[in-house]
């Protein structure tokens, strides 16, 4: 990939350009919990976005996407939107910047990722933390990484539309090879979690349902407006509740009937989803696997029936791994689709694979995806 976007820099732009490389995630359990300001546990993956980026002496970004097989160019004024929806990313991170008081100028750029798109690992936040890195490196910004997350986020508030949380941008920029990271989103407090499970006798596989439901991003937003609304209610009773994060769910109890059945039911799956994340890490210190896969399926139980953002493949997937004894399993990402993420024992993954083909084919009428799951580095430069 990388010698492919060094030769389209040099046909579209001529020479050669620095290269930056940024990670998708994985999130190995805390689903909607990061925008509740609670914890999640995500790690960066071996598949991201590489760019080829190049100062042009204007005020233009002149950027060519190879996977769209597409080229455009913008100023870096609000009014210079452009009109392509990949473009507003890297659009968004120059506006973030520029808001921050970084400095921006025209560049060139050819960029191309292999984070499967739809599939829930999260392809926007790696372009979003490649280009915001590439761009605080060139210009010397001295930006920390913490508020190289943030711009992503506020790239996909501002000019995307998905009043997202911070998990995503924050795992690709703070990935680390071989190590989870256990994010409190409220604090941005985190620490690292040392992460082999293959040492361990295990694996982690993601099975793509290579399924995209659409109003993802409509049925995102208003979930979060619910979560909202249950945390407003509690907070006539407690004020000290800012976000679900902080209350008890006693509390929740309490304003049942002030609020609507969803709103409850919202709720409930995060405030449940709270516990989990810290049970997973204090199972994983203790390397008790087990313990960690049961709370997935807990959770994907959880965002089925509660929070009501999975589907018929993916629970039909959830189903088949219980049924053949994979030790965790459950939805990964927003939800309406993507993948399911699994946790099998290393003698039970060649079988779960070729079932989860088979079956599903059989099922659905096309086979799903597999990826195999290696924690990598976030946003860097590559030498």
Avoid at 287 to 292: C, H, I, L, V
């Amino acid at each position: 990939m990388i010698a492919k976007i060094q030769d389209k820099f040099k046909a579209v732009f001529g020479g050669s350009a620095d290269m930056y490389a940024s990670a998708g995630r994985i999130n190995l359990i805390g689903e909607h919990t990061d925008y509740n300001g609670g914890y999640v546990f995500p790690g960066a993956i071996d598949k991201g976005i590489v760019a080829a980026i190049r100062p042009n002496g204007t005020n233009k970004v002149r950027a060519f996407s190879l996977d769209y097989n597409e080229q455009t160019e913008f100023g870096l004024e609000e009014a210079d939107k452009p009109k392509q929806a990949w473009a507003c990313y890297i659009f968004g991170v120059c506006r973030e910047t520029i808001k921050r008081g970084g400095k921006v100028e025209g560049f060139d750029t050819v960029f191309a990722g292999d984070v499967p798109l739809g599939a829930g690992l999260s392809s926007s936040a790696a372009l979003e933390s490649c280009f915001a890195f590439a761009i605080n490196d060139i210009w010397q910004n001295g930006i920390d990484k913490f508020e190289l997350a943030k711009i992503g986020q506020s790239t996909e508030h501002n000019y995307c539309g998905v009043n997202c949380g911070i998990m995503d941008q924050f795992a690709s920029c703070f990935g680390k090879k071989g190590c989870l990271i256990r994010l409190n989103c409220k604090t941005l407090e985190y620490k690292y979690f040392p992460f082999d499970p293959e040492a361990a006798g295990y694996k982690l596989v993601l099975v793509d349902s290579c399924v995209k439901h659409e109003l993802a991003s409509s049925a995102y937003n208003k979930r979060r407006a619910s979560c909202e609304n249950a945390a407003a209610a509690i907070r006539k009773n407690h004020p000290e509740v800012e976000f679900l994060s902080d209350a008890k769910r006693l509390w929740l109890e309490e304003v049942r009937t002030e609020i609507p059945e969803e709103d409850f039911l919202r709720a409930e799956y995060v405030i449940g989803e709270l516990q989990r994340v810290l049970d997973v890490c204090d199972a994983l210190e203790r390397g008790d696997f087990e313990t960690a896969g049961e709370m997935m399926y807990q959770t994907h139980f959880g965002m089925s029936k509660l929070y009501e953002v999975s589907c018929e493949e993916l629970d039909w997937l959830n189903k088949l791994a219980r049924k053949m004894d994979v030790t965790g399993s459950r939805v990964m990402g927003g939800g309406f689709g993507g993948c399911t993420i699994n946790l099998v024992k290393a003698e039970l993954y060649d079988a779960f694979v070729a079932e989860a083909k088979e079956q599903f084919s059989a099922r659905f009428g096309h086979a799903p995806k597999i990826y195999d799951v290696v924690i990598s580095d976030g946003a860097r430069k590559l030498q």
